[in-house]
């Protein structure tokens, strides 16, 4: 049975600039109804005020152990948290966490709680590629933290480069995968390049008309993010997809068309590891690309007039390296020929790729919506149901198959 009580999550915010984006953080954590306890370092409160803390939390914050000592605070946070994430975690506060001290509130939880704990580094991309931050992130990996990767871009200042903090969108889509599933987030695919399309392609028509499709590019984009935060090098090629954010720590390649997606994948895919194709990709493209807005009064009696694309997954499989991956996606309805799987298995044997994630897509499932579902079918002839939940749960449930294979 499902539980009533919202999830406990405790939001640790150390002294970086980035403290400010921890209160759009808490904001989502908060809307996506879980309640929020807030713990600032001291230098975290230098940033942000402890009243905007409380406001958005409607929980009181404290830095230290010595306020409302009866309760234990330091203890019992800890101990029934069923999340704990610091965001922005500093330099300073990894240091602190991985040798394991307790002298705040912050760091006291931390060693209290036995719950997933997410870290979302936010610093200078030389702090963060210092020996001694490196060793503080292998240590606290391998006790199990996840510590994500920061995303690259204009950090304070004019300088730019690994140490961003990821976008509060994204930390708290990984919040609510390790609620999900706690070993969501294993290193799993470090050393490993993967490829992974995402969104719907577009067709033009004219230089203003198109033929496209309702992808908004979710999965495709857990695909990559989820596979970054698992240690791979990871390509994703994004055709049109709805106004997402760029994925912490993945290089992204955009394009428009079918043709373009063919051409980028085909060069990323040499040498990758694992290519999925989760895009939506148009079957069909106008014979010819107007020069000119096609006026209603025109000559041409058939302004769509189409042609096939070509199959990308199918090329891919044709091109495939010796040992890698190639994952596609179907999105079929039931029919009077058959069920979704029944559906999903032809395609699997179609297409010749290894893995197929089949969704079952209709009323309101699948597209343009966080939740998914489905199938994943192996030409090994395995068959593992998807269960209904987040894109990134289901994201990591096809890199655990890909892993397992690699
Ligand atoms: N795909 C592709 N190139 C195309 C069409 C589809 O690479 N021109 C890929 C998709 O990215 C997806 C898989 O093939 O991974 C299945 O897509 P889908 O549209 O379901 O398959 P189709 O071959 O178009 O089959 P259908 O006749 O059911 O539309």
Redesign the pocket.
Known sequence: MESLTPPRVLLGVAGGIAAYKSAELLRRLTETGHSVRVLPTASALEFVGAATFEALSGQPVHTGVFVDVPSVPHVKLGQEADLVVVAPATADLMARAAAGRADDLLTASLLTARCPVLFAPAMHTEMWEHPATRANVEVLRSRGVVVLEPASGRLTGKDTGPGRLPDPAEIAEFARLLLERADALPHDLSGRRVVV?AGGTREALDPVRFLGNRSSGRQGYALARVAAQRGASVTLVAAHTADLGDPAGVEVVRVGS?AQL?DAMCAAARGANAVV???????FRPVALAEHKIKKTGSDPDPLALTT????????VRTKEQGQVV??????TGDAAGDVLH?GRA?LL??G?DL?VVNAVGDGKAFEVPDNSGWLLGADGSETELKPGSKALLATRVWDTVASRL
């Open positions: 399309s079918a063919r194709m989760a895009a939506a990709v148009a079957d694309n070509p199959d990308i997954l199918a090329e891919l994952v596609g996606f179907a999105a079929e559906h395609k179609r297409k790729c197929l």
